[in-house]
């Protein structure tokens, strides 16, 4: 009987926390699960664009110490694990706990792993290249329509080919 009372214990033990997650701990799971490699590829994107920003206020005379603060202090705030609180919060107010449930099985799953995987090629040029032919041939075909000399268009486009 005693082993019996340990065995109904452990299990109640074992899956109760898994139960008992709520719809925040679940969106927060899901996001540090997912967003790594969208963090690690929007990281720099965010960096450059501050760079830009104290670069364009130090060239218009409009900067000072408190802009560079401010930047250094965003530059500071875009981490990895404020991104994924914001994250969290974003699909545990807009998602069910079913869903997350759902969503977070899916990422686990080997097609979720792979999906990633996948996807994160798409940050390959190769991949991106029918996107940068298109605007491109696009953009020639405006400049010429009004007349324009594209040898500099042609130039910057010729690496895409």
Not at 10 to 29: D, K, M, N, S
Not at 132 to 161: I, P
Request: hydrophobic share 45%.
């Amino acid at each position: 009987m005693r082993h019996w009372i340990l065995a109904i214990a452990f299990t109640v033990t074992a899956i109760g926390p898994v139960a008992a997650q709520t719809t925040r701990e679940l969106a927060y799971q899901l996001a540090e699960t997912s967003i790594d490699d969208s963090f690690k590829s929007l990281k720099p994107v965010l960096d450059g664009a501050f760079d830009n920003l104290q670069r364009n206020a130090a060239s218009s005379g409009k900067s000072d110490r408190s802009l560079e603060i401010f930047i250094e202090e965003m530059k500071n705030a875009f981490n990895r694990e404020n991104f994924i609180k914001a994250i969290a919060e974003v699909w545990a107010r807009d998602m069910t706990r079913e869903e997350l449930q759902q969503a977070l099985e899916f990422t686990n799953s080997p097609v979720g792993k792979k999906f990633r995987t996948v996807s994160q090629s798409m940050k390959e040029p190769r991949n991106l290249m029918p996107i940068f032919l298109d605007a491109c041939s696009r953009a020639r075909a405006r400049a010429l329509n009004v007349g324009m000399n594209t040898a500099g268009l042609d130039a910057a486009c010729s690496q895409f080919r």
